[in-house]
């Protein structure tokens, strides 16, 4: 079946313009991650959905930084005057329920000039 | 969770089994042992899982001591697409969220 899908694949921007990137889950998966993985760094937790929970946004490293998820389907994660330290790869994870395997997207590759 | 070690890498002739291992030693009882990948540029990719038993599906098969304390992951005829890096981590999938954090992983090198 499909997986997790997002776009766009690569961004490109310059330095204080506004970026939305957008996750489709797995259908029927009711846990979305967002997670930022810079250049030959590891993964860092940007925020989490459940189902209607309201979202565990403790990851979030600014509050340039902002996320919204419409029901169980898509999420759009929202950078707002982005500097060039935001430049990284920007992952999308979901899973069935909170307590399941996470499934990773391709990843937006984001690019602040 | 657990604090996991993993060789910083290794290499593998394609078609012959590669065995990933990973030390786990202060793994809780209720943590899960998982894999993952990562090939260049891409996502993360699951691989297995495992809690006490052996696991075994269409990629991998895992292996657990029987004390937890180590896995290893056995890739039974790799080829040259698993060259990759390769992440054991400890999860306990409780409720919350699982805010996943990768360590420095193995680098596999698949070889012809």
């Known amino acids: 079946g499909a997986g997790v899908s997002q776009s766009p694949s690569n961004k490109v921007t310059e330095k204080g313009k506004d970026v939305e990137l957008r996750c489709d889950p797995i259908s029927g998966h009711t846990a979305l991650y967002w997670y930022r993985q810079r250049l030959g760094q590891g993964l860092e937790f940007l925020i989490y959905?459940?189902?209607?929970?309201?979202?565990?946004k403790s990851g979030l490293p600014s509050d340039r930084f902002s996320a919204e998820r419409t029901g169980e389907s898509v999420s759009t994660l929202t950078i707002q005057r982005t500097q060039q330290e935001d430049s990284a790869v920007y992952l999308c994870?979901?899973?069935?329920?909170?307590?399941?395997?996470?499934?990773f997207g391709p990843g937006t590759r984001l690019l602040v000039l | 969770d657990a604090k996991t070690t993993q060789p910083p890498s290794m290499d593998c002739a394609e078609g012959r089994a590669a065995n990933l291992p990973c030390n786990h030693s202060t793994i809780s009882g209720n943590e899960y042992v998982y894999w993952y990948r990562q090939i260049h540029s891409q996502g993360p990719q699951y691989i297995i899982h495992g809690l006490k038993n052996n696991e075994t599906n269409e990629m991998a098969s895992l292996i657990i001591t029987e004390d937890r304390k180590s896995s290893t992951l056995i890739l039974p005829h790799a080829t040259l697409r698993d060259t990759a890096v390769y992440y054991c981590i400890g999860i306990i999938l409780t409720g919350g969220g699982n805010k996943l954090t990768f360590g420095t992983g193995t680098q596999l090198k698949v070889e012809l």
């Open positions: 994870a979901s899973s069935l329920h909170y307590q399941e395997t996470q499934y």
């Open positions: 959905f459940q189902g209607n929970s309201a979202p565990d």
